[in-house]
Each structure stands twice: as structure tokens, then as C-alpha cells.
């Protein structure tokens, strides 16, 4: 099982965090990874969603189950993919009007295939770099 946790501090509001991780519809556009993204369903304060990840030679899909709390995290559980686990959290704690901690901690298993371990690598590296790729894009739309 392969765990991941970051956090930053940063000059945005938690609000505006969670807004910018909540809008799954934008990633293609600010994450090179990402190069599609749809929302499946939507209803009440869960969304589905499917990612298209292209990296490294890989294209793989993945579909995942948000559980969305406007007052600081989205909870992230695995639909369909190529991973036989993938749980996460990401946390939006206000530390004042104009700054915020954000935080992701996700874990996950790859399914026993070979594509799917050296994909794991991959996914992995992404996962590293969630979190500073969020605060650039704040940085875009934020100013």
C-alpha cells in the first residue's frame, strides 16, 4: 500500500481551495496529467467522476466516489480503475480570511497486473505534486 500526505500553507482561502479541488471539470486545464475529465453524477454532496490520466506512456481511467463537505473536505473512495484500493481526504482548514492549510492524504494498492505496478509509479509521482499544482492554479485565478 502506497501512502501519500501533503499539506501546504498558502496566501488563498480555504473556500477557494476547496472550490478549485471541487471543480473537476477544469483539471484538464491546469493539470499536464490530467487530459480529460467528466462528472459521472451528481446528487446532494456526492459527485462521481471519472479522470483520463495520459503520463509516462500510460493512459489510464479511473472513476472515484466524492463525498463533498463545503465546510472544509472532500472524501475520495475508488469506483473503477486500475488500482484494487484508493482512499483520500483532502482537508481545507482556515487560518484566516486570506489563508488556509491545505492537506492530501491518500492511500492506495495497485491491481496485481505489471502495467498497473509500473502505472502505480506513475500515479504515485502524481500524487506528490497534487498539491503544489493546486496552489499554482490558485496563483492563476486567485492572482
Known amino acids: 500500500m502506497t501512502v501519500v500526505q501533503k499539506s501546504a500553507l498558502i496566501k488563498f482561502s480555504a473556500q477557494q ?8 471539470e477544469d483539471y484538464p486545464l491546469f493539470l499536464p496529467w490530467c487530459s480529460a475529465s467528466r462528472i459521472i453524477k451528481r446528487v446532494d454532496d456526492i459527485v462521481e467522476a471519472e479522470l483520463l490520466i495520459s503520463k509516462g506512456g500510460f493512459k489510464k481511467s479511473f472513476s472515484t466516489r466524492n463525498k463533498v463537505d463545503p ?11 486500475p ?7 483532502w482537508n481545507f482548514m482556515p487560518l484566516r ?22 502505472f502505480g509509479v506513475v ?18 485565478i486567485y492572482g
Open 123 to 140: 500515479f504515485n509521482q502524481i500524487c506528490n505534486t497534487m498539491v503544489s499544482s493546486f496552489t499554482e492554479r490558485a496563483k492563476q
Open 71 to 81: 465546510g472544509g473536505k472532500i472524501t475520495v473512495s475508488l469506483l473503477d480503475g
Open 17 to 24: 481551495m476547496f472550490e478549485l479541488v471541487n471543480n473537476i
Open 83 to 89: 488500482f484494487s484500493y484508493l482512499e483520500g481526504v
Open 97 to 118: 480570511e486570506d489563508a488556509s492549510k491545505i492537506s492530501l492524504d491518500l492511500e492506495f494498492e495497485m491491481s496485481g497486473k505489471l502495467a498497473s505496478l509500473a
